[in-house]
């Protein structure tokens, strides 16, 4: 009954590109382990990729790394103090918007975009934060539902980092249920082609600095949920406020608000013509989400090298360095394969995504499993600093505590569950 | 200082195969999400794998499930009876040994062998072993060190499935630490070009049904570990006893044994020529802990399957699924989630091998967490079953026993952890 | 605003029992410390409790355990083969139906009866179970709820183990919702004063062999739940069926099966008089889940003696002990320290139940929270073992498989969860 | 052979105090379940005892928690600013020192003040550590090994909360291994009778506002650790520095600094006399663990409470309040019942102290495992927050924060698994 189709395709085996070089046993020198990329991703990335990630990770590492970790103090992250300078450097060097086809901006994969938010977020997800809200939030929402005025006037500036975005979606009441929102906007009662929007967003990231607000409200008139890009510099005094959030437990380095929206004015071309209800903002997130499951692995792989630095480093008992330690050992392992297992999964997703195979539920699974895996196991490298790691000069504490909030944010990591779970079950147990 | 590479990049983007497709938005139907391929794995694999895989999973489901799950009893688990007529037809299929190039052997990629191993083990962990041992271990070995003589005249047959393999290095004393053994390969006081051994191995798969017994012995002159090629049917009686071990807790539908030698002759030319130390057995080994890697996360989507039928169909409290608890889903999308990422690293490891690229510290790595996670999850999803779970009908029981045992043999999971540490920090922490 | 209060107490401060020799240094020699009791938990027993548990510790180790563990085989275990004397046998050392009062039994603390429940599952968890369902469900619920009559005539024998008893609750359609239930008890349609039952209860420990059968079932006219107790040998041939339910993944030791009506009839006199509804069942199994915090922490106990054992006679790498690596140290560290928390929890409630102080959602947490300690350090400890564990001769995978199933039996983990949540809460989470 | 011990004990049950009310059903209306005290452990408490309690818990939640949380802003944590008038108010109180018989202390039992330590900690952990340092560390260190002249001179003052005392034995270089320190202490070339001591010490809470340094240094001559105790008004300029360390990721509410000794004379009669080595900071290390064990439970009831309420209020999904949500539920369970448990064991641990029959191990377990439960299950809760959780008003992310630092330092829970490793198998495993 079955034929023995082992023998009959390795007859057929055709030089496929680089899967079937199968069966010839490799003579040459061994490859050495390499604990930062411990499963050779980077042989799946293409030439162009491996480029924009080393231009990506050089400007990182020589002109982010100093702002949040600066040699007279941790300004950035300690006093929450963001320099909207970055997103204008990240502009110049191509790096916003990145995936975007044309409109200044770079087309380049989704993998390639996904090596730069890695570089980012190595250094701080409150960065990294600031950088996905105006690229894949702002500009990505735009680029994909926006008129092609809208996107001719605004998306140059964006990619160059001069106009700056946010995405209004969370409401004080309204978080992981952003169906029930209660930003409306009414047609305005005399001028025609002009809506009036009210109401609230918190949590923004940028809206204080931002010069292009985009933001998700229910037409009055019909009860569905659009998108509207608020230009701020057309909004009369009053209008549109948007105060900072402070004191805030983890990214510290982003700058964060809410959007205060009384009688605001917005012009109909400035609405999204045609989504409606929540598949607009959901497909933001999406990609938001995407480069979420990219960034958390770049921090992570930042507390991996400070860990090992530092155990390496510290000696106790008999003058041994604790990395001789099983049990600090063990960490470094653990934590060593979830990182490299969430690149392989990110890498995927990626590659999907450019081919149209990518389904938001592969997004849910990436973003929950990468932030829960980063979080977790950079908790348990905090504890290879000992009482040391009290102190903020270390730098893990507070990837520990951004990664917890990136946990929280686009998805909590529960709701990312119930959203496999029904997937998985068709049976939905949001209650 | 940075220039604008992404920009630079985005011009010279060639048609690369299948990874620049960037950017162009995909409007086609959408790809449904498959819980059964979450991250979409099926996209990496050739058409012959493909191939491949479907023949295999016909097999095991259709021929080897009802051996082990039977209609009338559980007949292998319960009884502890393993049928070696499974590994015949496995051969008449092709697919033993399936990456040897030549010697009747099928030369596929170490991507389709992986395939096999987890449809293999998707029936039963221990069937899995049986097909490791004969395929990696024993005729891998005699492959990979054997003379030209040994593989022409053993290797067809063990390919076909007539004559069985098994593999000796553990002794009742050394597991984790086999440079310890105390088997010896003695000159023979008057014969030359023959060895005798002395010593005995534990806990051998396949050996008491095994032809062809490959045995890590240390040379007495020398003190070097060599390998030798022990042939049943050459071995005068009393010098080589196979006596199975019953009762274990898992792996029960398997054959396990012991190899005794007491004054075993063995001659010169089954002696592997030129490997010695532990380079020989690390090297075989290697290639069944990739096997494994790939078997484990067939075992545990056979949990998920399971699981989530169970979960549909029992009802409780007003008549709801209990697919509809959230701690139900939760358990379901952590197992889906720990599966799709271990076939990924499992998949990237196999393209590297096959290129040459693959280190023995990357195996230790999808070895260790392919069989931890699969572990963990089966557990998890043991519990969705209640109370049932205590039937072995309901066949989960059997797949966590199993896991287990997967865990700790080849080398148990600390072990593997400490070997990566010592990778990563360059510092071992045996004692 | 504040008084001191402390110094005024300090002054007020009378020789109160054993709480206020406060202050004091104690300079005599220093208690030495014991793993077997590493929080010193016998301090707090009577002398009266120590002198049963030794008694039952004796007996356990000397009489039980040779017959789950025997020099020959571990027949019980292996063979699903219940040793029915072990009844009778703790019956005549009084230790059956230990807390009541009268009727022959010894009217012990509820301490002293969780003493004897911890020394039966260090053992073996079926044997507990068996012991659980004689004392505490079969036993308690005729002491609680049955007739003068009942009491008298039944329970002294039971105290004896010469009768033998099983609670018959769950059903095939319903465990975790036992509120569900399927079998009925309707008026004879001519005998005045006796009822008939029909239906079937699934997982019944010790059924096959019981002689006195308490059977809830819903009561034809009213709909409501009521207990039952089934003599034997009242009833005619056919309508009474207790078949045995083999090849169990856990608890083997134990003799389990099903209870199938047909027709059976009871006397009215059999009925428990006043209780109605879930109160009944629920008050029995609160006795026995009781019992089982004592008993799971108990079989955690001897897993941590075996494997302390073995961590100290195995040797690897340089011929040490395996006790001496961080790893193992460590997990023994962690499943001491569960035992320890969860015998003074145990212990809490146990008091607290003979002052008419425990609740039900104490004995939720303590059941639930004993049985996932102790599963989960079995489980990490069973590592210990590495390649040995599948050897059914070190008895751990026993008790791994064995706990796994106290787990998910009297209230699934879960479950429990949901009673726990629900009582902090005052919403209810069953959907 | 065995005799019927039950029924013997049962004959001879006196009325000895709690324990044996034994049998008797209670038929008095049921206890409520209680989820601020969910095992009843305030059954335990002496009357005393419980009027303590009360008056630390008002005191501390009325007069400590506005400091830390304010309604203009989180003065104390935000700010790093400790208000050292917080122990002189705990002074009025009798709260400080109150385990020490005479001296102006009010000695009370260790379990009073365990209670005292959990009302303190459930507001901060960092105002714990505070009044832990000055009763445990500083005060208990001086009664336990000072001289008469020196406890009368300065113990009463301490009490008052007039001098602050600090304890230093970490330094920049050795932290799990103080034995290895480097501060020294030499005689002084020309004046007898008195030492100089040089060196630094780091992570000493309280040191930057402490008059009273209780300082673990080597004597030169002996290379033994004495315990010297210097009063910053007899330092001359120069020779103390107590710099503050700012810039801390948890316990910003505590004060934290260095000691920088440079020539620092101390008179002979501030060595303490006889304790030589380690045994001396040990034992003060004992003391302040002791009460970590209680205090960490009290911030962990404070995250219960906390997400308790906010599950009640935050309403998500067709307007349920995310308590309806299993995950969310069994979150709240686990937090309840590793609190119950963590109080019990410090509870047990306490009335041993007090009988003198408390090891050093008891204490290790407690410390290890009451802070790694308060830790994990406080992480738990904060997710119930989601977004929420990173505004610092709701509090837990600075229970978060704190826990973490509790469980690195007084020894960092690893290190606490491998003594109690050394103690369970005889075996050290530090290396």
Chains 1, 2, 3, 4 share one sequence.
Not at 183 to 188: D, G, P
Not at 210 to 216: E, H, R
Request: one cysteine or more.
């Amino acid at each position: 009954m079955f034929r023995s189709v082992c023998r009959q395709a390795a007859r057929h085996l055709n030089a496929t590109p680089r899967t079937a070089i199968a069966g010839k046993r490799h003579l040459h020198t061994p490859v050495p382990f390499d604990w930062k990329d411990p499963l050779g991703a980077a042989n799946n990335y293409t030439e162009e990729e491996l480029a924009i990630a080393e231009t990506a990770e050089s400007y990182c590492q020589e002109r982010m790394l100093p702002r949040v970790l600066g040699i007279l103090s941790l300004q950035a992250y300690r006093k929450e103090d963001y320099d909207r300078q970055i997103l204008t450097e990240m502009g110049e060097l191509g790096l916003l918007g990145s995936t975007i086809q044309g409109y200044g901006c770079a087309g380049v994969s989704s993998v390639a975009s996904g090596l730069i938010t890695r570089a980012v977020e190595r250094v701080d997800s409150g960065y990294r934060s600031g950088y996905s809200v105006q690229s894949a939030l702002a500009m990505g929402g735009i680029e994909e539902f926006g008129t092609e005025e809208l996107k001719e006037r605004l998306l140059p500036e964006m990619a160059k980092g001069k106009l700056l975005g946010c995405f209004g979606l969370t409401e004080p009441n309204h978080g992981s249920d952003p169906g029930s929102m209660e930003t409306v906007a009414k047609a305005h009662p005399s001028k025609k082609g002009v809506y009036l929007l009210y109401g609230s967003k918190t949590w923004i990231t940028n809206s204080p600095i931002a010069d292009v607000l985009l933001v998700w409200a229910k037409l009055e008139n019909t009860g569905k949920i659009r998108g509207f890009v608020i230009e701020r510099d057309q909004c009369p005094p009053g209008t549109l406020e948007t105060p900072p959030i402070k004191n805030k437990n983890g990214l510290r380095a982003s700058i964060t608000g809410m959007i205060q929206l009384d009688e605001c004015p917005v012009k109909e071309e400035n609405m999204f013509p045609e989504v409606e209800g929540l598949r607009g903002p959901f497909s933001c997130l999406n990609s938001a989400r995407y480069g979420i499951a990219w960034g958390t692995i770049g921090a992570l792989e930042d507390c991996i090298s400070r860990a090992r630095q530092y155990a390496l480093e510290r000696k106790q008992f008999k003058g041994n360095p604790i990395a001789k330690y099983q049990l600090v050992q063990k960490k470094l392992a653990d934590a060593t394969t979830d990182a490299a297992y969430g690149i392989l999964a990110a890498y995927q997703v990626g590659r999907l995504k450019d081919e149209g195979k990518a389904t938001p539920e592969m997004i849910s699974m990436i973003k929950r499993q990468n932030c829960d895996r980063a979080l977790i196991n950079a908790r348990a490298l905090q504890e290879v600093f000992g009482g040391n790691a009290v102190s903020d000069e270390y730098g893990i504490g507070r990837h520990v505590a951004n990664l917890f909030v990136t946990q929280t944010y686009e998805g909590q990591s529960d709701i990312h569950s119930l959203i496999l779970g029904r997937a998985i079950t068709g049976i939905q147990a949001f209650c």
